[in-house]
């Protein structure tokens, strides 16, 4: 089931060109929308959230526009890149105001705000004022306010900024957990290495446009004009390096200066891992770590840029 949906989705200001005619569908789950400063990511966000209207083309969630109809919003949440608060309230004042402007009543909205903040972690501190949080917090209470309403659908900008490793990684399981629950999450990030601990479902937004989308693997594997490179730690490099140079699509081997490990850049990496994988079944060989260095969204990125 698609939630998001755009058709030909175009936005300019001026001469300039935002977004230029992009079609995504976009279901349960969570997908990452990946891409440096400036390809339209932002912008995109807006139009999802009825802030802007499109130039040309639409942008459905759940089968309407969002613009100006409240019955959409009202099952978004919505986390912004840039801080808007009050500084002299506190989180737990801020989440509870902004639970009571989408229609409950005061006492549900506490019981909400309360709730929620625990469940960012932010219990202790929910009662001081704003002013004082770190980057890490305010990106905490900004989860909360996008999540008191219990919405269908988040849409999450930069999530990740400013939070602690702790911090991060408490973030990125309860995305997941709110995930499995059912939740469409949408994240926009230009920090890949962030947005792969979250998932492998991607829209890679380049200059305003879909650069590729779906999962990293597969888009991937359809880039083979680039070779792969694989990196092997062993302490029988030049033997693994033996059996490897007869591989079909072996482009190169470089040894480390320590002798302790090979990278193999190649075009077949299923010829490779079966050489290396039959030579240690075997006994031949001893291999203590056997990795893609470019099957992530880092070098997939790199290579359809160029």
Not at 41 to 64: A, D, E, H, V
Not at 169 to 191: C, F, K, M, N, P
Request: aromatic fraction near 4%.
């Amino acid at each position: 089931m698609s939630i998001l949906v755009t058709r030909s989705l175009s936005k300019w200001f001026g001469e300039v060109v935002a977004l230029n005619g992009i079609d995504i569908e976009i279901g349960p789950g969570i997908t990452g929308i990946l891409g440096p400063n400036g390809a339209g990511k932002s912008t995109l966000m807006n139009l999802t959230t009825g802030q802007m209207s499109p130039s040309k083309g639409s942008l459905t969630l759940f089968g309407r526009s969002p613009r100006n109809d409240l019955s959409v919003l009202r099952r978004i949440g919505y986390l912004p890149e840039q801080d808007r608060f009050w500084n002299e309230v506190s989180g737990y004042e801020f989440v509870t105001r902004l639970a009571g402007l989408s229609g409950m009543s005061m006492r549900e909205a506490r019981q909400r705000a309360e709730r929620v903040i625990a469940r960012v972690g932010l219990a202790e501190r929910c009662h001081t004022p704003i002013g004082s949080y770190s980057r890490g917090m305010r990106q905490r209470i900004k989860l909360a306010q996008a999540l008191v309403h219990d919405p269908e659908l988040l849409l999450l900008d930069e999530p990740l900024t400013g939070l602690d490793p702790v911090g991060r990684q408490e973030t990125i399981d309860l995305l997941r957990e709110l995930a499995d629950e059912g939740r469409t999450i949408i994240v926009a990030s230009h920090v890949l290495h962030e947005v792969e601990t979250l998932t492998q479902d991607v829209i890679l937004l380049v200059r305003g446009r879909v650069l590729a989308s779906g999962q990293v693997r597969e888009i991937r594997g359809h880039i083979e004009a680039f070779p792969h490179t694989i990196l092997c730690r062993s302490s029988e490099a030049r033997a693994i390096g033996r059996r490897v140079v007869q591989t079909p699509g072996l482009i190169g081997l470089e040894f480390s200066p320590d002798e302790q490990g090979v990278t193999i850049k190649t075009q077949d990496p299923g010829a490779v891992y079966s050489v290396i994988s039959d030579a240690v079944a075997g006994g031949e060989v001893v291999v203590d770590r056997l990795s893609a260095a470019d099957d992530d969204l880092d070098a997939v990125f790199r290579y359809l840029v160029r």
